[in-house]
């Protein structure tokens, strides 16, 4: 144990709020031992979120990140080295992906800790950077699904009407993809160039957000939306209303201060039309799910751009520009 922990491995990180992807440092700081119930992971692939940026913003002051400096990101995948006192499903040798602890973060290096309980296996049809997508935008998309909109992945079920705003991005590609496991009809928006890729990941339609029928959010067809995945931000409540079912509702990703009066207010008045804002609950069984769909070809990671970790900061830019089309990766 002692040994691994002896030597150094390079890590991404920063030292204070702001500064984007300028302020990322390259180091060399000594390779973590895991703690009871942790494995050590040699890690090969990596995914950025816009919540790793927002960290660094200073958007959760004072929550996260609870100490500088700090290694951002907490979507991995790589190959178990060690295991802590206590693991039980895990060895030296296995392929994983895991959803690190957002306070100790730690993404961008080389080897990171992991809960066991937030580890799950990767098997050899799933590659890393497959698997490295899923956590945080994977799960967002499952929990938005399953528990606030009620879709039933088996397909069975009264038929929902779902409309997935920026449905090229990280949540929105998975949430159109995992819909359509469902019995729904789903309605996507995104920018014009990604309309072609928008509908092979098996949306019914899709709207250019830039025209006035896309920013209107009307369903060509003329549906009104049972759901919302909302994975855009900027769009008010008037916009949404008159294209809801009588109960419907947008489950926002990202609730802004307007957004959260917004719940508040319909939730106060008993309104049947709800605004709805999603924070996520990480459980391992669902990202579980999520790999076996992968592994089954029933759900696809679509990779934006690969960067080695010596280039973290590229993709650090890449992610807070907001035009990636599915998930950026990083393979330290």
């Not at 890590?11 to 703690?35: C, F, M, N, R, W």
């Not at 990171?112 to 296996?121: D, F, I, P, Q």
């Amino acid at each position: 144990m002692a040994a691994m922990a002896a030597k150094l491995m390079r890590a991404v990180q920063y030292d204070g709020y702001g500064g984007g992807a300028s302020a990322l440092k390259h180091v060399e700081v000594p390779i973590p031992t895991p703690k009871k119930d942790e494995v050590l992971l040699k890690l090969e692939a990596v995914s950025i979120n816009p919540i790793n940026w927002k960290i660094q913003k200073g958007l959760l002051r004072p929550i996260y990140p609870p100490k500088f400096p700090y290694i951002p990101v907490t979507d991995v995948a790589g190959e178990v080295v060690e295991v802590g006192q206590g693991v039980q499903r895990f060895k030296a040798g296995d392929k994983v992906v895991a959803y690190l602890n957002s306070s100790n973060g730690g993404g961008f290096a080389e080897y990171a800790t992991a809960g066991e309980s937030w580890t799950v296996a990767r098997p050899p049809e799933v590659s890393a950077a497959e698997a490295a997508g899923l956590p945080v935008a994977g799960l967002t998309a499952h929990q938005c699904l399953t528990r606030a909109a009620g879709v039933k992945l088996d397909g069975t079920g009264p038929q929902k009407n779902i409309l997935v705003t920026a449905a090229s991005g990280g949540v929105g590609h998975y949430a159109v993809q995992l819909a359509k496991l469902g019995n729904t009809h789903v309605t996507a928006t995104c920018g014009g160039r990604n309309i072609d890729f928008v509908k092979s990941l098996g949306a019914d339609e899709v709207l250019d957000y830039k025209t006035p029928e896309g920013a209107a959010l009307n369903s060509p067809s003329g549906r009104k939306y049972d759901a919302v995945i909302h994975c855009s931000t900027g769009i008010p409540w008037s916009t949404f209303e008159p294209n809801l079912s009588p109960n419907g509702k947008v489950i926002d990703i990202t609730p802004s201060p307007s957004a959260l009066l917004t719940f508040a207010l319909k939730k106060l008045t008993f309104s049947k039309k709800q605004l709805v804002p999603q924070f996520l609950s990480a459980k391992a069984e669902n990202l579980d799910y999520l790999v076996k769909l992968v592994k089954e070809g029933k759900l696809k990671t679509v990779i934006d751009s690969k960067h080695p970790l010596s280039k973290a900061e590229d993709a650090w830019a890449k992610s807070i520009d907001g035009h990636a089309t599915g998930k950026i990766i990083v393979e330290p």
